[in-house]
């Protein structure tokens, strides 16, 4: 089963993973924060029961994880930051293309996602439905006719819905123009983030876009404005592409291939560094302006294999500092 | 006729070359300070024929050059840095593998040098004489039996000698040692500093060791002792490096694969960036630790061939400042 960034649609344009998060909350529990830990087994046993058996999909109970393994799956878009530092009895499934997760007990009772490679927010949406059906026809939602699904938090209330896109914006960034976006797309219920959530540095110029309102939209409309609103976005970088191939064209292509130089040949960098030379090569592969061989994964399955949980994770033990700075540098010189 | 600066001598080791120069006067005519035009075409036509005709020898009329040929010529230490801007009536007498070349009518009548590739300073006294009496066969030196021979500045006076080894010295340079060793040689007369003479900058860690008496010991004496301080020189340059590879070992290679890297993949760099990374990449080769592909000419070589005079003298045109950094780009690929 071939993992969803290893498709060849997260490298070829701005737009690298079309994303659905679904919040539900089962009607005969509290809320997470005051359930129980009796409760809590029981209501996690509940959605496993409904959701389960699967071949394709791999159950963890997020206690019995590692740090190490908990830091990879979050890199991985699996669980929440949030999990990370939880002692709540909590359950993860993930489909073993990692393309979707639901994890039980968190912030909500039932937090799903798809993510799909590319531009591919209906593809998203459907795999999505199809569970969420699935787990409705088991169990009952918390849902009230007047404001939809209730929530832990009510600013997830009504749809339950986070649809976004994984965006790759470094010339935004680096104009600093990202600024101006968050304000302008404030007004139709959208926000631009980093990727790990709320409040997250973005990171190696990318970004998701995402709706921030879930109240008095419907799924469809919320989408559609999600897409309207990306375009936009995306115009604006490929207008900041244009214009530096147009003007600095010879800068643009050597910072390019001294991002290749480095990132084939050190013996040892940090993570910063190597996210930022990623971020430089796939905006190469982007503009199309140079012909240098891809590396064997996509840009941005490297960029989170590279990070510290999913690399120690890959060596099968921890590392120090500058272990993993030699073993980042030794896992991108096998990609080139 | 391959360059001196070809032979893989020039690349093995910390030392580059073996450099004696001469000083020397006619007894008939004026320091050249002193000497008007018309005795300045006749004293360079006397020396002129007193060395030709000699096939392997290119003659130059200084005027004549532009000042693009002048200033590769005075990069690839064929013609001093005061002759650029000198208007004096001069020529310019060169073997055409480069190793030895005849100024003439410079600060004294005739300065003549022999640079051997590696450590063989004896080569280049051998070389160096044959001419000196070859000239002196057919003119009066001006010599006196106490001073020795007689020059236009007294301090080269005597034997007129300035013999000198070019060494890669990056790790005393980087560490601040080479202040320290500056204090300690003076005492023996001797001086370390830049390569194209008294006053210029270091230049990617390469560095020439020089007598800077000339009187009062003989020719044999001088360069027995430049001998002797090299090795302390040397040895010192080794034992950082060894440090380096003891210490922080997968720094150094970093270092050195990055510049490798970089160099190899560049569309547009700096001379100043170029001699810096092309200083660690033979720092690499030198320490050995590195199984790096060479490249296809000395280093050494290539650190001549990217400077302003050179690189616009291959180029066959005047280039201005982007362009430059764009054919020295081109040129540092081409290499690899």
Same mark, same amino acid.
């Given at each position: 089963m071939v993992k969803w960034y290893k498709d060849e649609k997260t490298d070829n344009d701005i737009v690298i993973s079309s994303r659905i998060r679904l919040a539900r909350n089962i009607k005969e529990y509290p809320f997470s924060i005051n359930l129980s830990d009796a409760d809590a087994v029981k209501m996690v046993d509940d959605v496993k029961n409904a959701m389960l058996p699967k071949d394709d999909f791999i159950v963890m109970d997020v206690n019995e994880l590692s740090s190490v393994d908990k830091l990879a799956l979050m890199e991985h878009h699996i669980i929440s930051p949030e999990v990370l530092n939880s002692f709540a009895i909590s359950s993860v499934l993930m489909k073993k293309d990692e393309s979707m997760s639901i994890m039980i007990n968190e912030e909500d009772h039932v937090r799903m996602q798809a993510i799909f490679p590319g531009e591919d927010l209906s593809g998203a949406w459907d795999a999505m439905c199809e569970i969420d059906d699935e787990i409705e026809s088991k169990v009952d939602y918390? &849902? $009230?006719? $007047? &404001?939809g699904y209730l929530t832990s938090c009510p600013t997830n209330t009504g749809t339950g819905l986070r649809a976004s896109y994984m965006l790759h914006l470094p010339l935004l960034q680096k104009t600093g123009q990202i600024k101006d976006i968050v304000y302008a797309i404030g007004k139709f219920g959208m926000t631009i983030r980093g990727i790990y959530g709320e409040g997250t540095e973005p990171y190696g110029g990318i970004y998701q876009v995402s709706n921030q309102v879930t109240m008095g939209k419907s799924e469809s409309e919320i989408m559609s404005i999600l897409k309207t609103v990306t375009e936009q976005v995306k115009e604006r970088e490929r207008k900041l592409i244009e214009h530096l191939i147009e003007t600095r064209r010879i800068e643009f292509e050597d910072s390019i291939y001294r991002a290749y130089g480095i990132l084939s040949n050190a013996r040892k960098i940090s993570g910063k560094e190597a996210t930022a030379l990623l971020s430089d090569l796939r905006l190469g592969y982007v503009s199309g302006i140079v012909g240098l061989q891809k590396p064997k994964d996509n840009i941005y399955c490297i960029m989170m294999n590279i990070q510290v949980g999913s690399l120690q994770k890959k060596e099968g033990k921890e590392l120090e500092g500058e272990e993993r700075d030699v073993c980042r540098a030794e896992y991108l010189r096998s990609m080139f």
């Open positions: 918390a &849902f $009230d006719k $007047d &404001f």
